[in-house]
């Protein structure tokens, strides 16, 4: 006797159709799963026959050969209990399924007394479900807000027997969710950037990463407040978009990391310690899942003491720096993360950390300081647009009861000019990620037409500091993004200055 059940699994941060076929046969008692199963797939025989007992069903004693098809793609995860539980009760005939059984989609963990426990990945697999033509979706109580997220009708179920019912046709007892419900707000403190005396350069850098998306450098000795001014930049950024949202949730879904059920309604702010390696950073690894720059898709990635960091893992970020995505290969399958992120990065310019400053002497070797500034390869700054050297605080300005009217602006009031250009640039570019860091190059010019003397001015910069195509690109995106802050239609001189006085980290680093 055969029975099929519908369910879904997920690739990469992607959900897929996995259709869940079982067949009973006379002969030797026995338990068979084929389709590629990983080795939580094939414990699930021991979790279902459990299950099923403690539930008041009995185990057939037959040959039962489960396939999850399709066969040609790996099956990972324990969330296939539920659809193979009641494929197995309906090809025994202990249940009869309703007419509209072939609208339903089924995901679930079992525990060995019937009840379902979450999973991850589930909202990836519900988008999937609702994208070929599913009407309802039924999920454990625990992942049914962000299943709802997908506009699916969903049941949350807390036991098998509630599973068998919904089936069957018999009068449900299921919890039904609505899509309102997988919308959450938590609140994310981050510090006021008016809590940070003097710094007004690091100020304005910060407001423009903002605003256009662009990476950004913090060097300077210890103590003078990068990290501080770094955990502020999530303050500035705008709210999440319903689309932004949606991928957001899904990345952390798929790892496991989504807050109560719900979506993620606050921009991530991943802060990775300096240990950390490659595959921690961009994913991958033998369970296959997103790194910490696709955990701050559509927000802030922090590299604190980015000198700390080993040379691979940083190299590694730099396809994800400017593709936005992570592609890990394997022998059988290429996987895709998203990771359109916004770096923010912090070091102090030695290893002693002293280098360049006014009262305090540098110890460090010419041989000790090639080796700590080897780790910033010439690529990855490159791919870095705003660079900026912090000078220690005086201590009179330490001191003073109140911050200037010029360094002291709260991060509320620098957050509605940020909220202004970003509306500025979607206008212009017409979508979702339409910031100025994304401009691709084909429309660069056309975006980003220099007026009058800054044509010429670029070219002097060009000439001086021999700049690649790429930095001259992300100048001009730069100053793109300080002509939005200020409302203007054309790119200026003043704009294109700005921009050029956070470019010339090359130049700090250079010449030991």
């Known amino acids: 006797m055969l029975s099929c059940v519908h369910s879904a699994g997920v690739k990469g941060v992607e959900g897929y159709s996995v259709l869940v076929q079982l067949d009973l046969a006379n002969g030797l008692p026995g338990y068979t799963t084929v389709g590629l199963p990983d080795n939580a797939v094939r414990e699930s025989r021991e979790r279902v026959v459990s299950a099923l007992r403690n539930s008041g069903y009995r185990m057939p004693s037959k040959r039962i050969t489960v396939n999850l098809a399709p066969a040609q793609s790996r099956k990972e995860g324990t969330h296939y209990d539920l659809p193979i539980a009641l494929a197995l009760l309906s090809a025994s005939r202990q249940i009869l399924m309703g007419p509209c059984s072939k609208d339903y989609c089924f995901i679930g963990e079992l525990g060995l007394d019937g009840a379902l426990v979450p999973v991850p990945g589930v909202l990836a697999m519900a988008l999937e479900a609702k994208a070929k033509g599913f009407k309802v979706l039924v999920v454990p109580l625990g992942n049914a807000r962000e299943a709802s997220a997908s506009g699916l009708q969903v049941y949350a179920i807390r036991h098998l027997r509630e599973a068998v019912a919904r089936m069957t046709g018999d009068s449900p007892a299921q919890e039904e969710v609505s899509e309102e419900d997988a919308l959450e707000d938590s609140a994310s403190p981050c510090g006021d950037l008016a809590d940070v005396k003097g710094q007004v350069l690091a100020k304005r850098a910060l407001e423009i990463a903002a605003a256009g998306g662009h990476n950004l450098l913090l060097i300077g000795p210890p103590g003078i407040g990068k990290s501080m001014l770094a955990s502020r930049l999530i303050g500035l950024l705008p709210p999440l978009s319903r689309q932004e949202s949606l991928e957001v949730s899904r990345i952390y879904s798929?790892?496991?990391?989504?807050?109560?059920?719900?979506?993620?309604?606050?921009?991530?702010?991943?802060?990775?310690?300096?240990?950390?390696?490659?595959?921690?950073?961009?994913?991958?690894?033998?369970?296959?899942?997103?790194?910490?720059?696709?955990?701050?898709?559509?927000?802030?990635?922090?590299?604190?003491?980015?000198?700390?960091?080993?040379?691979?893992?940083?190299?590694?970020?730099?396809?994800?720096?400017?593709?936005?995505?992570?592609?890990?290969?394997?022998?059988?399958?290429a996987l895709i993360y998203p990771a359109r992120f916004l770096l923010a990065a912090a070091t102090n310019p030695c290893p002693c950390g002293w280098r360049g400053h006014p009262r305090k002497e540098c110890v460090c070797t010419p041989a000790m300081l090639r080796k700590y500034l080897a780790k910033f390869s010439g690529p990855l700054l490159d791919r870095i647009d705003l660079h900026v050297e912090m000078a220690p605080l005086d201590f009179e300005e330490w001191a003073a009861s109140s911050?200037?009217?010029?360094?002291?602006?709260?991060?509320?009031?620098?957050?509605?000019?940020?909220?202004?250009?970003?509306?500025?640039?979607?206008?212009?570019?017409?979508?979702?990620?339409?910031?100025?860091?994304?401009?691709?190059?084909?429309?660069?010019?056309?975006?980003?037409?220099?007026?009058?003397?800054?044509?010429?001015?670029?070219?002097?910069?060009?000439?001086?500091?021999?700049?690649?195509?790429?930095?001259?690109?992300?100048?001009?995106?730069?100053?793109?993004?300080?002509?939005?802050?200020?409302?203007?239609?054309?790119?200026?001189?003043?704009?294109?200055?700005?921009?050029?006085?956070?470019?010339?980290?090359?130049?700090?680093?250079?010449?030991?």
Not at 409 to 427: F, G, M, N, W, Y
């Open 254 to 333: 798929v790892s496991g990391k989504l807050p109560c059920g719900g979506l993620v309604r606050q921009r991530p702010f991943r802060a990775p310690h300096h240990q950390s390696s490659a595959v921690s950073l961009t994913g991958g690894g033998p369970a296959s899942r997103p790194g910490e720059a696709s955990l701050a898709h559509a927000g802030v990635l922090f590299l604190d003491e980015l000198a700390e960091f080993s040379r691979p893992a940083l190299e590694a970020l730099r396809q994800p720096l400017e593709s936005f995505e992570v592609t890990v290969t394997r022998a059988r399958e």
């Open 403 to 512: 911050p200037t009217a010029s360094a002291g602006e709260t991060t509320k009031k620098v957050r509605l000019r940020v909220a202004k250009a970003r509306d500025i640039q979607r206008e212009r570019l017409a979508g979702v990620w339409g910031l100025n860091a994304y401009i691709p190059a084909k429309d660069l010019q056309r975006r980003c037409r220099l007026q009058g003397e800054a044509l010429g001015l670029l070219e002097k910069a060009s000439r001086k500091w021999n700049l690649s195509a790429r930095s001259l690109d992300r100048l001009l995106k730069v100053s793109r993004t300080i002509a939005d802050l200020e409302g203007n239609p054309g790119i200026e001189v003043r704009h294109l200055a700005e921009a050029m006085q956070f470019k010339g980290l090359e130049r700090l680093l250079g010449g030991v």
